[in-house]
């Protein structure tokens, strides 16, 4: 077991920037996907106003 | 009716666009984990390495490998991309420079995290100044310094412009990157094209079954590359969306 420790811990950090990289992308497009309803609710508001 | 029938037309052209994106990252995650298969599994062991610890350690090199190719490949886009931004002056070109440099970040940051952990049973040290690993350092250093530059600068015309400008520049690292195992005497083995460092420490000769995996895990990472540029470039486009709703928002 101890011989594959470096093998392991190799795609483990590979496999951990690609999900932290993911992560990041879908986190920002929901905080995005908020923004975008939120202001077509202020822009559809102003229009009926 | 206008109104009443382009929001129906755009969410159908989304809900369409939707799926076949939802299938493309299927199909993408599925070619990994065939990729994770084949490097692990599939691949045959280098048998001229001594140690059992040195040959599980040099099927990092399918990962390895691959994703230093993806990040060249990545850069030299986003350097290309910055060349028609400047000659077009059209924001798409900007959005995809962006994107590419940061897919090609995260892709280089697996190398530079793996390298050294291939490293430490090969060479028997983390880390050490070898020309490869040092202009590798700076180049991972310079497209860090690409996402800052764009983080400092307010107006949007002035960030695109700047940030192409260095993109270019930085690109010049990638040729020198790939050829500095060739060039100079350095531990780093050159396993495609070696030229005069076929001895490099840890090198291995490639039987037809390391190049088939290898061959297939970079066809892999590529595919990877461009689903992830998809979903970055998506989220590039809801970010001006974003920005034009708030200009109508504050000047309607």
Redesign the interface.
């Known amino acids: 077991m101890?011989?594959?420790i470096?093998?392991f811990?190799?795609?483990a950090?590979?496999w951990l920037?690609?999900f932290?990289?993911?992560f990041s992308?879908v986190s920002?497009?929901q905080s995005?996907?908020k923004?975008?309803e939120m202001?077509?609710q202020?822009?559809q508001q102003?229009?009926d106003s | 009716m206008t109104t009443n029938t382009l929001p129906s037309q755009q969410s159908k052209t989304e809900t369409s666009a939707f799926s076949w994106g939802a299938a493309f990252t299927i199909f993408t995650g599925f070619i990994m984990l065939t990729a994770l298969y084949v490097a692990l599994v599939w691949a045959p062991e280098a048998v001229n390495l001594a140690s059992p610890v040195e040959r599980y350690a040099q099927r990092i090199f399918y990962f390895h490998v691959p994703a230093a190719w993806v990040g060249f490949l990545a850069f030299i886009f986003s350097a290309l991309f910055s060349v028609i931004y400047l000659i077009k002056r059209q924001q798409k070109w900007d959005a995809l420079a962006l994107s590419s440099v940061e897919v090609g970040l995260a892709f280089f940051t697996m190398v530079m995290l793996s390298g050294p952990i291939w490293a430490k049973p090969t060479w028997n040290v983390w880390w050490t100044w070898d020309p490869r690993l040092t202009i590798s350092t700076i180049c991972w250093l310079l497209y860090i310094g690409y996402i800052m530059l764009r983080g400092a600068i307010d107006n949007p015309e002035r960030e695109a412009r700047f940030a192409a400008v260095f993109a270019i520049i930085s690109s010049l690292s990638i040729p020198l990157n790939w050829m500095a195992i060739r060039w100079w005497r350095t531990i780093h083995p050159a396993v495609l094209s070696p030229g005069n460092n076929s001895g490099g420490e840890g090198g291995f000769g490639m039987s037809p079954d390391i190049r088939n995996a290898l061959i297939f895990c970079t066809v892999a990472f590529t595919i990877f590359y461009i689903n992830l540029m998809y979903h970055r470039v998506k989220l590039e486009m809801i970010k001006h969306r974003v920005e034009s709703l708030k200009q109508d928002v504050l000047y309607q």
């Open positions: 101890n011989e594959m470096y093998l811990a190799g795609y950090v590979i920037a690609a932290v990289f993911i992308m920002r497009q995005l996907q923004d975008v202001l077509e202020l822009t102003k229009q």
